[in-house]
């Protein structure tokens, strides 16, 4: 607050004085009138004498004047210390160029602020009265009284703009508040002279720190700022200290600590100078009120911004505030949340239980009892029931509240929902194994380098390296790394490191030595981090181990000529050929084949019929980026040369946007396997022939009786001369008829029995399924099996029609075998067999069915198997059907067995040519 004022005028502050005059009378006594005479001049002289005394005793000065206003005297106690150059009234009243008269000022107060004789200036106060013929002034020294009112002028003046920046500090914004401290410290030196101000607080680290100083001493302003902590560290109360900075310049330093709580808070140290007003005590008082006001704000707005943010992470992160009453065993928990849980504001201990999920419930039941008796805290991750049934995770953190009274004890905290940090810790710690497993298995060494005075130091190595080196990263660490460096690869080791400390990458192969003393080559790929001035930190890299890769590029380069006679020279055909099959590459192999050169162009269409380039192109249609590998068996046919059948791998080159541009393919001549498989298809067929060799013998001997019949009764009618033309005419024609029949058989047998062509073709199934059954109906007949046939009109197929007729009778005859069995144990069994086919789908389905007892389920996975049978020894081969399945996959088709209602049920599905048309409907 600011000091007592003082008055306006220096009278009010001073103590009346009194001025006696005395006037002389004339005397009443005129005889007496010469001797009265003579004592009143002699009492004025006495007078006079004592004035003058009573002037040299005047506790200021006297200052006599003639009527011109000349000093002609001056005298007082204080009259040896004021200076002697003053001449006139107008010097003492500081207007030395006016003519001023004593006359003019009586009665009025004089103040004059005259030079002491130390060249100080001395404040007077007096008046000025005539005194016979002169006139005097005489005047008591106020210096005092002035420097106190001026001093107490001064700091009511001070404490009005402290206040002011107190003011606009309280209610400046957060934004503005360091600028407005700033300028209030600014003000503060220049109110009292400061050399410096600085408001020092503690930082983040506890430290004291200048945060902000003002002034025009710029070095000690820097002074104050690099040692704030060691000069107000052990300051407990203000303090005046000198301090010397580098200069040699010296500074008084006023250290003022302001207190709140019973704790230092801030500090406001004020450089003192010469110039400076030395008032400590109010700078003191100046410095806390500043320093108050600074941190009240800090605190105020920190409280508002807690506010803020404490309504934003409740609303926007959903932490609740909660509390447990300990004395009604509730949970007093927020409104949203209550809304979320679908709970009361006050939810009892058991309702809170029974949100939690099971899993969590009775650990988090048993803490949470705990914490209440020892009256302690608890925290724990627990899942909570919404009022939707779905299931959040949510943190509970409660902690005994501070009261002293015990009715009013609770457990306060927060609630917080971490559904989403828990399913993201989960994943993380997921991903984390998987990368540290990753790491630790994978085919490579990750390892850190950190950058040490110039030098890189093995910091890290990942687990990997033991399988890979047989050193554990903690072992490998502690050694040095060119130590396991090849004697060889030093100078690639050493200049990798040159070359990553100067371009901040590389890449490079050299060897290491493993723990069984065998070297590996290995890749590696380095990195140099820096840091934000560009200075090296460390080193990450990947050792990659190429051994196998370097010996297989050192074989591949040493043997590339071995190669390349191997291509030539390969016992394969190796060729690259465009989408119109036009060559573009083939190795000696094939051209020798074809009989042509590397240098001409070949087609390979004059090579192939014409089945066989409808195949090609056919594939060629179905290779892809997904499916870019097809095999096959093809047929060359060189005019003038024997076919080649060829087991034919082809894979497609494809560009960007996955269009065919070219395609490898690689062949090895198939001719004897293709050879030797129609031999067997022949020798199963012969088999097969044999086995139909009484049914064929019948069919064959049946029409011979015929025509033996007919040309005996011709020789009975010749020899009874009985004989005429129409009889011989009838018998003829009958004998015709058998020959006509066994021609047919005789040439379907010799069809069927004939070795298949080379290549397949278009045919009916219907003529496959006439032909089979010429060759068999016989026989089933002979057995009392009763056929049912029903076709339906279909496509033709593409492959050998007598293969697929030797199929059907071998499916006829198993199907007779199976029936004959049932027939000798069931006499009242009534055998059939079933013969359908149809089109769908682009399919041709044939399907042979017989009412006998099926095929034994533990039968059915190995009924295609080579010499796999049921029969009797001595009755069955054990290779039909697995001959049968070879025929229908090459003609890209599918045989198939399973139990039908009926009994056993084989279905063969052939792809239809969609080019052929339909055969003609045959019901039979």
């Given at each position: 607050m600011p000091g007592p004022c003082l008055p306006s005028s220096a009278t009010n502050c001073l103590m009346p004085l009194l001025f006696f005059w005395v006037r002389p009378s004339v005397s009443p006594f005129p005889e007496r009138g010469s001797m009265f005479t003579h004592f009143l001049k002699i009492k004025k002289n006495s007078t006079r004498e004592q004035k003058q005394?009573?002037?040299?005793?005047?506790?200021?000065?006297?200052?006599?004047?003639?009527?011109?206003?000349?000093?002609?005297?001056?005298?007082?106690?204080?009259?040896?210390?004021?200076?002697?150059?003053?001449?006139?009234?107008?010097?003492?009243?500081?207007?030395?160029?006016?003519?001023?008269?004593?006359?003019?000022?009586?009665?009025?107060v004089i103040e004059a602020t005259l030079t002491g004789a130390q060249g100080n200036s001395l404040d007077f106060h007096g008046a000025i009265e005539k005194e016979g013929a002169f006139w005097k002034l005489r005047l008591i020294n106020i210096t005092r009284l002035v420097t106190e009112k001026h001093q107490k002028d001064k700091t009511a003046f001070r404490g009005k703009c402290v206040e002011r920046s107190i003011e606009t500090i309280l209610s400046v914004d957060s934004s503005e508040l360091d600028v407005v401290v700033s300028k209030s410290l600014a003000q503060l030196t220049?109110?009292?002279?400061?050399?410096?101000?600085?408001?020092?607080?503690?930082?983040?680290?506890?430290?004291?720190?200048?945060?902000?100083?003002?002034?025009?001493?710029?070095?000690?302003?820097?002074?104050i700022r690099e040692n704030a902590h060691e000069i107000v560290n052990e300051t407990h109360k203000p303090e005046l200290i000198q301090q010397t900075l580098f200069s040699g310049k010296k500074y008084s330093l006023l250290i003022t600590p302001y207190y709140y709580d019973y704790k230092k808070e801030a500090f406001i140290i004020a450089g003192v100078?010469?110039?400076?007003?030395?008032?400590?005590?109010?700078?003191?008082?100046?410095?806390?009120?500043?320093?108050?006001?600074?941190?009240?704000?800090?605190?105020?707005?920190?409280?508002?911004?807690?506010?803020?943010?404490?309504?934003?992470?409740?609303?926007?992160?959903?932490?609740?505030?909660?509390?447990?009453?300990?004395?009604?065993?509730?949970?007093?928990?927020?409104?949203?949340?209550?809304?979320?849980?679908?709970?009361?504001?006050?939810?009892?201990?058991?309702?809170?239980?029974?949100?939690?999920?099971?899993?969590?419930?009775e650990e988090f039941n048993d803490r949470m009892n705990s914490a209440v008796r020892r009256l302690g805290s608890i925290k724990q991750r627990v899942r909570l029931q919404h009022a939707d049934k779905q299931y959040f995770w949510y943190e509970l953190n409660l902690s005994l509240e501070r009261t002293s009274k015990k009715e009013e004890r609770r457990l306060c905290g927060s609630i917080t929902l971490v559904d989403?940090?828990?399913?993201?810790?989960?994943?993380?710690?997921?991903?984390?194994?998987?990368?540290?497993?990753?790491?630790?298995?994978?085919?490579?060494?990750?390892?850190?380098?950190?950058?040490?005075?110039?030098?890189?130091?093995?910091?890290?190595?990942?687990?990997?390296?033991?399988?890979?080196?047989?050193?554990?990263?903690?072992?490998?660490?502690?050694?040095?790394?060119?130590?396991?460096?090849?004697?060889?690869?030093?100078?690639?080791?050493?200049?990798?490191?040159?070359?990553?400390?100067?371009?901040?990458?590389?890449?490079?192969?050299?060897?290491?030595?493993?723990?069984?003393?065998?070297?590996?080559?290995?890749?590696?790929?380095?990195?140099?981090?820096?840091?934000?001035?560009?200075?090296?930190?460390?080193?990450?890299?990947?050792?990659?181990?190429?051994?196998?890769?370097?010996?297989?590029?050192?074989?591949?380069?040493?043997?590339?000529?071995?190669?390349?006679?191997?291509?030539?020279?390969?016992?394969?055909?190796?060729?690259?050929?465009?989408?119109?099959?036009?060559?573009?590459?083939?190795?000696?192999?094939?051209?020798?084949?074809?009989?042509?050169?590397?240098?001409?162009?070949?087609?390979?269409?004059?090579?192939?019929?014409?089945?066989?380039k409808e195949a090609f192109h056919s594939r060629l249609r179905k290779l892809s980026p997904d499916n870019p590998i097809i095999n096959a068996e093809i047929c060359l046919h060189v005019p003038g040369r024997k076919p080649l059948w060829v087991v034919w791998a082809e894979r497609g080159i494809f560009d960007e946007q996955g269009n065919l541009q070219e395609v490898q393919a690689v062949g090895r001549d198939n001719t004897e396997v293709y050879k030797a498989r129609l031999e067997m298809y022949q020798s199963a067929k012969m088999a097969m022939l044999g086995e139909l060799s009484t049914t064929l013998a019948h069919e064959i001997n049946q029409p011979l009786c015929v025509m033996r019949m007919s040309i005996n009764n011709l020789k009975r009618k010749m020899k009874n001369a009985e004989l005429d033309i129409d009889y011989m005419k009838k018998k003829l024609d009958r004998i015709d008829e058998q020959i006509e029949r066994s021609t047919r058989t005789i040439?379907?047998?010799?069809?069927?029995?004939?070795?298949?062509?080379?290549?397949?073709?278009?045919?009916?199934?219907?003529?496959?399924?006439?032909?089979?059954?010429?060759?068999?109906?016989?026989?089933?007949?002979?057995?009392?099996?009763?056929?049912?046939?029903?076709?339906?009109?279909?496509?033709?197929?593409?492959?050998?029609?007598?293969?697929?007729?030797?199929?059907?009778?071998?499916?006829?005859?198993?199907?007779?075998?199976?029936?004959?069995?049932?027939?000798?144990?069931?006499?009242?069994?009534?055998?059939?067999?079933?013969?359908?086919?149809?089109?769908?789908?682009?399919?041709?389905?044939?399907?042979?069915?017989?009412?006998?007892?099926?095929?034994?389920?533990?039968?059915?996975?190995?009924?295609?198997?080579?010499?796999?049978?049921?029969?009797?020894?001595?009755?069955?081969?054990?290779?039909?059907?697995?001959?049968?399945?070879g025929i229908i996959e090459k003609m890209h088709g599918r045989l198939t067995a399973h139990n039908s209602e009926r009994g056993a049920l084989f279905s063969i599905e052939l792809p239809a040519n969609k080019s052929s048309n339909t055969s003609v409907t045959n019901i039979t």
């Open positions: 005394s009573h002037d040299a005793e005047h506790p200021g000065i006297v200052f006599t004047f003639d009527e011109k206003g000349e000093i002609v005297n001056r005298q007082g106690q204080l009259n040896l210390q004021v200076s002697d150059d003053l001449f006139s009234l107008a010097n003492i009243l500081g207007l030395p160029d006016h003519d001023i008269r004593p006359a003019a000022w009586v009665g009025k220049q109110l009292y002279l400061l050399s410096s101000a600085s408001l020092v607080m503690k930082d983040n680290n506890d430290d004291w720190r200048a945060a902000d100083s003002q002034g025009s001493a710029l070095e000690l302003n820097l002074f100078s010469e110039k400076s007003d030395i008032d400590t005590e109010d700078i003191s008082v100046k410095c806390k009120l500043l320093a108050g006001a600074v941190l009240a704000r800090k605190r105020e707005l920190e409280y508002s911004s807690r506010d803020a943010i404490h309504e934003y992470i409740t609303t926007e992160k959903s932490i609740y505030w909660i509390e447990y009453d300990i004395n009604k065993s509730a949970f007093i928990i927020p409104e949203p949340m209550c809304k979320l849980l679908s709970v009361d504001t006050e939810c009892s201990h058991q309702d809170f239980i029974n949100k939690v999920a099971d899993a969590e419930r989403r940090i828990v399913k993201a810790e989960l994943e993380a710690r997921a991903a984390q194994e998987r990368i540290t497993t990753l790491v630790a298995n994978a085919p490579a060494i990750i390892y850190l380098q950190k950058y040490v005075h110039g030098a890189l130091k093995s910091h890290y190595f990942s687990d990997s390296i033991q399988s890979l080196l047989g050193w554990s990263a903690k072992e490998f660490k502690k050694t040095s790394l060119p130590e396991h460096v090849h004697p060889e690869d030093k100078d690639i080791f050493y200049n990798r490191t040159a070359t990553l400390l100067k371009y901040g990458i590389v890449s490079c192969h050299y060897r290491l030595l493993d723990t069984k003393g065998q070297y590996h080559w290995m890749l590696d790929e380095a990195k140099l981090i820096r840091d934000q001035w560009g200075q090296p930190q460390e080193v990450i890299g990947l050792y990659i181990d190429v051994t196998e890769s370097v010996h297989a590029n050192e074989k591949l380069n040493a043997s590339e000529e071995r190669y390349r006679i191997l291509v030539e020279d390969s016992p394969a055909i190796i060729c690259r050929y465009s989408k119109n099959l036009l060559i573009t590459f083939a190795n000696k192999l094939f051209l020798d084949y074809v009989s042509s050169d590397n240098e001409s162009i070949i087609d390979l269409n004059n090579f192939l019929s014409d089945e066989q040439e379907h047998l010799r069809f069927f029995g004939r070795r298949s062509a080379l290549e397949k073709k278009l045919f009916t199934p219907q003529n496959a399924i006439d032909g089979a059954l010429s060759l068999t109906k016989d026989t089933l007949q002979n057995n009392n099996i009763h056929l049912h046939i029903l076709t339906s009109p279909t496509p033709q197929v593409f492959g050998h029609q007598d293969q697929l007729e030797q199929v059907l009778i071998n499916l006829l005859i198993n199907a007779k075998d199976a029936l004959i069995e049932r027939k000798g144990k069931q006499e009242d069994f009534s055998p059939e067999i079933y013969i359908n086919m149809f089109h769908h789908d682009n399919l041709v389905n044939i399907t042979v069915e017989d009412n006998g007892s099926g095929i034994p389920p533990e039968h059915l996975d190995s009924i295609f198997d080579s010499f796999f049978t049921t029969k009797p020894h001595g009755k069955g081969t054990g290779i039909g059907l697995n001959v049968s399945l």
